[in-house]
Each structure stands twice: as C-alpha cells, then as structure tokens.
C-alpha cells in the first residue's frame, strides 16, 4: 500500500454514521465545555442526543456582553434547568447583580462548588456577598472581585478551601481573618487593594504563598511554613518603635517566617517619609535595627527583591538586616531608580552596600531595571 492509498484510508469515513451524536460522554463535555455558554444551549438543537447534554456540564462560564437584566435571566435559566454537580462557576461583567446573586449561590451551595470566580460591579458599584456564600462547604478555590463581605457569626470555615483571592473588596481586619483563619488547609492567599486601617492578622498554619497589597497600621504574619511572600503596604503606615525587650520591629509585622525562601518587599513598608503627619526617617533606621537578632531567622530565604523604595537609606537599612539574618542567602535584587543627583553620591551608597557582612557567603547583589 502506498501513501496515498493509506491517506485515503485514513479518512475513508461512513457518511451515514452519526459521528457527532454518537460522541462519548466525556468527549461532548469537553466540547462543551469549550464553547460561550448560550453556544453550548443551542448544541441541543443538534440532535436528540444532544438535547440535555449542556444540562451536565460542571463547569459554568458566564462572560457574555449583555444588560443586566438578560444576564440574570440567563444565569437563571441555566441553574434552573442544570442537573448534577456544578465544580466551577465563573461570572465576570460589570454588574453589581445585588437582587439575584443570593440565590445563585444557594443553589451553587447544593451543587457541590468547588472553584468560584465572581467578578461582578465595579469600584463604584461593589457585590453585596449573600450569606448563602458561607454555605458553599466545599469550595477549593475563590477569587472574588469588588465584594462587600461580611462573615456570618456562625461561619466555621471552608475545610476544604486551598487558594483564596480578594481584589478591591471591602471587610475589615476582623473579617479577613476570620475568614483566614477558618480555612485551617489554605496554601496561597492573595488580598489586593484591602485598605482597612487597623491590625491584621493572618494566621494560616499551611500557607505557602501569600501576595498582599493594602492598608493596614498593623500587619502580623503567623505563618511557619509560608515559602513566598510579596508585600506591599500603602504609606499611611505608622509603625511603632521597637520596645527595649524586642529584638526587631520586623517580627511584629513579618512573624517568624522560618521556612519562606522568597521575600519581597515593595514601596512604603519600609520607605518612611519625612513629611508632616508620617514617620520621619529615624523610625525606618529603628524599624530595621539588626542587633540582637537571631542570626537564622530567615534560614531558607534565598531570594530577597527590593521593588520601588524611596530612599538610599531605606535600601541599606533592610539590606543590612537580610545580610545578618538569612545564612542560605543567594540573591538581593534592587530594583534601579534614580535615587541619586551625581555620581559621588552613587558611589558611597554603593560602597556602603558592598561593606554590610554577610552571613551567606552565596549572596550577591543584583541590580535589575
């Protein structure tokens, strides 16, 4: 047989068999579960095997550029008319749906929802999270966009939840960890534009990763196997003076981070400003004070990033402190900024970085753009 007598074989298909209705169950789903939503209701008009099969399918995408009222109506539809488990559901538009997302999530809740991604509203309009939320037992996942969130009082955590991500919602310190706190398998946390001034903590004994943008007076990690952090607190920071029987402020608001092996620190958690009404700068040189300091506090940390500090002195002072506190440290990147006037000043503070001892005979420091 030559080549073209295999390649006609290859696609020597019945034209009378059925191929499309005669799919496996698995592989319908996949299709399906490929298409936009109202695509996957008019697959039942394909044939009679066809006609319920998008009624299955566990994964529910709702993107669709439409008013609010057609939204509702069809996120409505589709859960009315669903039968069997729901593992993902994900609703992005701009949105609020204040009156219909409650029983979304009721019936979400008697589905078994595994993986949640509700972005609805905006800044301006923000998501009323319904109670029914804290019903929904077996959630793995959830990233939740422009929510209003309140922690019923009779909430007792998500026991199965792994990753959680809030971007510019609103609740307070209390709220949030409350709700971290009550996910006792939670690994990666995310909290982007939390802006709440009063103390946070975040207690999560098995998180790994955590990324956190926003404001609070007070931030406290307690954290022991945490392995990646990425921080970012906004300058209405007023950190208080280390007390004479503490060691370091940098316990207080980073815990004892003993397994993490990445650390990144961005913008005003250290670069105190001297401007009316901020902590002047001998609080950023006391806020990193090295002596006494445990010499393996940080004795997995391998990478540290400096990203957009304000000042030269802020640079030194947390250099100094990784220096004598990670004994397996590899790299200390700075980010480049223009934080100098002439060259003299360049060179003394480069100087001045070299000279810092350091416990880790692999570190280097790594200037990037």
């Not at 034209?15 to 996957?40: F, G, H, R, T, W």
Request: with cysteine; glycine share 4%; charged share 20%.
């Amino acid at each position: 047989m030559n080549i073209f007598q295999r390649r006609r074989c290859s696609v020597d298909l019945d034209l009378e068999q059925d191929y499309i209705s005669n799919l496996p169950k698995n592989l319908k789903e996949e299709v399906l579960m490929k298409l936009p939503i109202k695509e996957a209701i008019r697959t039942s008009l394909l044939s009679t095997k066809w006609k319920n099969a998008w009624m299955l399918i566990p994964n529910l995408v709702f993107t669709e550029d439409c008013s609010q009222s057609t939204l509702i109506r069809l996120v409505d539809i589709v859960l009315s008319l669903h039968y069997g488990p729901i593992l993902q559901f994900k609703l992005i538009r701009r949105h609020a749906c204040n009156e219909a997302i409650g029983r979304w999530m009721l019936i979400l809740s008697r589905n078994g929802i595994k993986n949640l991604y509700v972005k609805l509203g905006s800044f301006v309009e923000k998501c009323i999270i319904p109670s029914s939320f804290f019903s929904c037992i077996e959630l793995e996942d959830v990233l939740l966009y422009y929510s209003i969130i309140h922690v019923p009082p009779s909430f007792l955590g998500f026991k199965f939840l792994r990753t959680l991500r809030l971007f510019s919602c609103n609740l307070t310190g209390i709220t949030v960890a409350k709700l971290i706190s009550s996910c006792h398998l939670l690994e990666s946390l995310e909290l982007d534009g939390i802006v709440e001034y009063g103390r946070l903590v975040i207690h999560a004994p098995n998180l790994r990763w955590l990324s956190f943008t926003g404001g609070f007076v007070d931030l406290c990690l307690e954290t022991p196997k945490l392995l990646f952090a990425n921080i970012f607190l906004d300058c209405y920071q007023n950190f208080t003076m280390p007390s004479e029987d503490c060691k370091s402020n940098i316990l207080q608001v980073l815990g004892i981070l003993s397994a993490i092996e990445e650390l990144q620190l961005c913008s005003e958690i250290i670069s105190l400003h001297e401007e009316e009404g901020y902590p002047s700068s001998s609080l950023a040189q006391s806020f990193w004070e090295v002596k006494g300091i445990e010499s393996d506090l940080f004795n997995c940390l391998e990478i540290v990033k400096i990203l957009n500090f304000e000042y030269p002195a802020s640079i030194l002072n947390v250099a100094k402190f990784v220096f004598c506190a990670a004994p397996v440290l590899e790299k200390l990147v700075i980010r480049e900024e223009s934080y100098f006037d002439d060259l003299k000043d360049s060179v003394a503070f480069l100087k001045q970085l070299a000279s810092f001892p350091r416990l880790s005979k692999m570190a280097e420091i790594v200037f990037v753009e």
